[in-house]
């Protein structure tokens, strides 16, 4: 049985047709789902290039494919290419194909479409949560508050619907969007941690090449991440009179602004923007070289950057939001977007040694339940919840007629809608200058 996989993850292509990729998503991530089907079909944004990166990582081989629909970046330009999108998605899926949908996501919400037409079983993978990927401060667009409660209530429903759903969080997501009674649940992280990319010795010493070392690893394509209120929090630290440099890997759309924003606040001498960096040893190489890893996100799952952070040992901040309580204890957390906050608490560690040692211990120990050979059973488990429901779905007749229709269950309700217990939307300290 093959597999159909959607995801947001944007892909370049050449003309002697190869796949790219420059961070995550290579051949190696798609091997997993090899162990229980046949083929993988990668449903997912594309951009030709004449010539690939140099640090570009190969996608497709034998088995591993790709479908790709119309590039787009952003919310706004989905909107303007929402219908060329669903078009391409007209023939993603094969009559006998399994299917996951890692989501939230606008590729997945068109090909579930579909799905709902035949009464076929799919899987999710909840990777992220858009209550918080479209709070206030996190998207500047001028229909952030009709997104961000349009998608959530979509994730609802499409949990509520899969015959399998897989978080990448142990309970933060789960209620939020809790899976049908009666589907397979279970929960792992997306990231690629061979053993080799675990430290084996916590750090002992630290800032040994100068000023303190900050490091932000997340894309720039959004703003989500919150790299402003890093900017702003090593600013402040800064003019305090704590020396320090700061290192941002990450590219897309805002990469500009955020520059802006260093020069404005007076840090643009201490901070680099490193751009793309592949993933694996040359993503490691710039963790081991820093001295303390921040992601002030304003939304998550479980960040995968700083999953692997901590698996080269270093000392992480983050903030409360997500799955990232799952990762660090409360003491290394600030609230997102407080800068102020941010730049105390970087303060805060930086000037106490053995607290920071502490962290690089503790952290290797949390790291390490992340490892592939730790996560492994949990996905074959999950893959296999998927490929069972597709194979009775067939044995029952497979597609339904066209005339037929989804039951009213699966349209959703009015509570649907909202969200309860989860607060409402407040201004945002900062909006980005790009538009």
Not at 153 to 181: E, N
Not at 266 to 294: I, K, Y
């Amino acid at each position: 049985m093959d597999l159909v996989v959607s995801l947001e993850h944007r892909f370049d292509t050449t003309p002697d047709g190869a796949v790219w990729t420059r961070t995550m998503f290579p051949r190696s991530f798609w091997r997993r789902y090899l162990e229980v089907f046949d083929r993988v079909r990668i449903v997912a944004r594309a951009r030709c290039l004449e010539k690939a990166a140099d640090d570009s990582l190969r996608v497709d081989t034998e088995g591993i494919e790709l479908y790709a629909v119309p590039y787009y970046q952003g919310p706004g330009q989905y909107l303007r290419r929402m219908f060329q999108v669903r078009r391409a998605l007209g023939n993603a899926v094969g009559p006998r194909d399994a299917v996951i949908l890692r989501v939230s996501s606008p590729i997945a919400n068109g090909l579930e479409r579909r799905l709902n037409r035949q009464r076929r079983p799919f899987g999710v993978e909840v990777v992220c949560d858009p209550w918080d990927v479209f709070a206030p401060g996190a998207v500047g667009h001028p229909l952030r508050c009709l997104l961000r409660r349009h998608f959530a209530a979509r994730l609802r429903r499409q949990c509520r619907r899969a015959s399998a759903a897989a978080y990448v969080t142990q309970d933060a997501l789960q209620r939020r969007y809790p899976p049908a009674p009666e589907a397979f649940s279970t929960y792992y992280s997306s990231v690629e941690l061979p053993a080799e990319a675990v430290r084996a010795t916590p750090r002992a010493d630290f800032c040994r090449q100068g000023p303190p070392h900050l490091i932000a690893v997340g894309t720039l394509s959004q703003t989500h991440k919150g790299i402003d209120t890093l900017i702003d929090a090593a600013a402040r630290s800064i003019r305090s009179g704590l020396p320090l440099r700061l290192s941002i890997v990450g590219d897309g759309i805002y990469r500009a602004d955020l520059e802006a924003l260093a020069r404005w606040t007076g840090c643009a001498d201490h901070t680099r923007f490193l751009g793309t960096v592949a993933s694996g040893d040359a993503v490691r190489r710039c963790l081991d070289e820093a001295d303390l890893f921040v992601l002030p996100s304003r939304s998550e799952g479980v960040p995968r950057a700083m999953i692997e952070a901590m698996a080269r040992g270093l000392p992480c901040i983050g903030t409360h939001v997500g799955g990232i309580p799952e990762l660090i204890p409360a003491e290394d957390r600030v609230e997102p977007g407080d800068a102020e906050a941010l730049a105390a608490k970087i303060r805060e560690i930086l000037v106490d040694p053995d607290r920071m040692k502490q962290a690089s211990r503790r952290n290797l120990e949390v790291a390490a339940r992340y490892r592939d050979d730790q996560l492994h059973g949990r996905r074959i488990a999950f893959y296999e919840a998927v490929r069972s429901a597709t194979e009775r779905w067939l044995l029952r007749g497979g597609p339904l007629r066209r005339h037929e229709q989804p039951s009213e269950d699966n349209r959703g309700t009015e509570a649907d809608r909202s969200l309860p217990g989860v607060p409402s939307p407040q201004a945002g300290p900062w909006q980005p200058l790009h538009h």
